[in-house]
């Protein structure tokens, strides 16, 4: 501690009782150090080798009995690193992320961080937008500190996925390249060059997914970690299944087997291996028992689509009563999702007031603390200006004073009323204004209403048309002849042979043109079987016609198809 000045010594002397009060308090609020300081700095100590011991130490510490802004924000970046590293959800640190970043204003490592993980807390309430903002800004921020390598590294994979899984493929594949320099372990690089398969795969480029994704496969053996082993072993299996390779897929993904952790959930691994199975035509007995393994997971969000698989095999089988028995399930499993959605929110909105009366009490206990250390600190300092200020004022100055005061109040008095009459000229003004514009709004909104009922009238007629022409073409009155059952003298069923489903095809994408694209571009996972299915629903045939179509005797095949179509459907809206 310094020695104190003769000046110092002499106004402490001299002071009165309650400015020696007022120096002491904040003297003793520079000096002292929070008990909580000791345990934060345990739990970082603990982040890295044993993170579960940190949040359990983290979670003990109550937000309200640290004290300083600075202890609070620090906590808020401890508790959130914590939770993400035991794979916990990031939900309960909503606010006090919030805090950090009211804290951590000026751009800095810290306010990256923060940023990291409240983009990574949107992405999990799939605010999918909101979250990649938020990592657009902690990724420009990190950006000047090329030493942060890894903040930098999670912010450039959670913004690659953001991405990815949003269906902005060209935007992510550079960022997962970039992310592959920051890779060290085989680990990390298995994870990345999965990704970039990922993308070559929606991209259709087949050749260059296999390639990527086998030299994924290659890091992940040899880092030796089950868990990263067994996740590109099944993203190859389906990547095979996807491109028809279905022999090799099969292969991939029972290898998966073998390297099936058991944290990790296994709905997925088995529904890939029973879906398999059905698409090559495997007996009944050998696809259900995978069917039914997916189902004991309860993480598996596909449990539904296992349930109506094992219906459509017990259907096809002839054993109507157990398939009535595994639809009923399915559709008792689509109500469970359906009201388990709605808790979820009910909980999430629950939870939000919650946090949102917590956090509003402790800005009004820190309101509270800061006003009455300000306001014994201006009670002091007024006081002892007031004091000097009554020996060295006169009564002639002060006198001069208030008729300056006057004076100047009465012109801002003028001038206010100037300025509110020159107000209320513009308010006059504008409500015109704004009466003549909702006028036009009006008559614009009429206009557009006639021309969307015109559209939706041409769309008909478009259609119509469409279906004429493809009725005036010789295959669809040889679909009609086959479905009838005409020159069929054996009895036995008959389908469109190969050279004229080509042909089919060329004469539905050349009619249904428009159609085609637009379901190409709003489902770009859909393949081209996929789109003629889609654009043939669009004409008068029934299921049993576009089976015909498809060269399938009955319309078994063609709801399956479907169903993946759905399936596909959703993935991309997921996504968007």
């Not at 000046?7 to 003793?28: E, V």
């Not at 679909?479 to 059952?485: A, D, H, L, N």
Request: overall charge positive; some cysteine.
């Amino acid at each position: 501690m310094r020695l104190k000045t003769p000046r110092l010594i002499l106004a402490t002397k001299y002071a009165p009782p309650a400015i020696l009060w007022g120096l002491f308090l904040l003297l003793s609020a520079c000096t002292h150090q929070h008990p909580q300081h000791t345990r934060l700095t345990q739990a970082d100590s603990l982040m890295d080798t044993r993170p579960d011991s940190a949040l359990t130490l983290l979670q003990d510490i109550e937000p309200q009995t640290l004290g300083s802004d600075k202890l609070k924000a620090r906590y808020a970046l401890l508790l959130a690193r914590a939770r993400n590293k035991c794979y916990e959800p990031l939900l309960p640190c909503d606010s006090l992320l919030d805090f950090a970043l009211q804290y951590y204003k000026r751009p800095s490592p810290a306010r990256a961080m923060a940023l990291l993980y409240k983009g990574r807390l949107l992405d999990e309430m799939q605010q999918t937008e909101a979250a990649t903002r938020t990592l657009q800004e902690a990724l420009s921020i990190i950006r000047k500190y090329p030493e942060e390598t890894e903040t930098q590294k999670h912010i450039l994979s959670t913004l690659g996925n953001c991405y990815f899984f949003s269906a902005f493929y060209e935007e992510a594949f550079p960022i997962y390249q970039e992310l592959y320099k920051y890779c060290i372990t085989d680990k990390d690089k298995a994870i990345v060059l999965n990704n970039l398969a990922s993308y070559y795969s929606v991209t259709e480029k087949n050749d260059s997914a296999l390639i990527v994704q086998h030299q994924a496969l290659a890091h992940a053996i040899a880092s030796n970690d089950s868990n990263a082993i067994h996740t590109n072993l099944l993203s190859l299996s389906a990547h095979l299944y996807y491109t028809n390779q279905t022999d090799s897929a099969l292969y991939y993904a029972k290898q998966t087997l073998s390297y099936l952790p058991q944290s990790t959930p296994f709905g997925q691994t088995y529904y890939m291996i029973g879906t398999i199975l059905t698409e090559l035509g495997a007996p009944k007995d050998s696809i259900i028992p995978y069917l039914e393994k997916s189902q004991t997971d309860t993480t598996f969000t596909g449990r539904a689509i296992c349930l109506l698989d094992m219906a459509q095999l017990e259907k096809r089988n002839g054993n109507y009563p157990t398939a009535i028995t595994y639809l009923e399930r399915y559709i008792y499993h689509i109500d469970s999702i359906r009201y388990g959605d709605q808790s979820s929110e009910m909980e999430q909105v629950i939870y939000d007031y919650k946090a949102k009366i917590k956090i509003k009490e402790e800005e009004l206990k820190g309101q509270r603390r800061t006003w009455y250390i300000l306001g014994s600190a201006f009670s002091i300092l007024f006081l002892t200006i007031i004091s000097f200020q009554y020996q060295l004022n006169k009564k002639k100055r002060h006198q001069i004073q208030a008729a300056q005061l006057l004076q100047e109040n009465q012109r801002r008095l003028n001038t206010l009323q100037t300025t509110i009459e020159d107000n209320q000229s513009i308010i006059n003004m504008l409500k015109q204004k704004q009466d003549r514009l909702e006028e036009i709004r009006q008559n614009e909104k009429a206009y557009i209403e006639e021309k969307e009922e015109m559209v939706n009238k041409l769309k008909k007629e478009k259609q119509q048309l469409q279906n004429w022409f493809f009725e005036q073409s010789n295959l669809y009155k040889k679909i009609e002849q086959i479905q009838k059952g005409k020159n069929n003298r054996n009895k036995t069923p008959r389908v469109l042979p190969p050279n004229e489903r080509i042909e089919l095809k060329k004469i539905i994408f050349s009619i249904y043109a428009s159609r085609r694209d637009e379901l190409h571009q709003q489902y770009p996972r859909l393949v081209e079987d996929d789109l003629l299915l889609l654009c043939l629903q669009e004409t008068d045939l029934d299921s049993k016609a576009i089976a015909i179509c498809f060269g399938y005797e009955d319309t078994h095949a063609i709801n399956q198809r479907k169903v993946r179509i759905k399936e596909r459907m959703k993935v991309t809206e997921a996504k968007v």
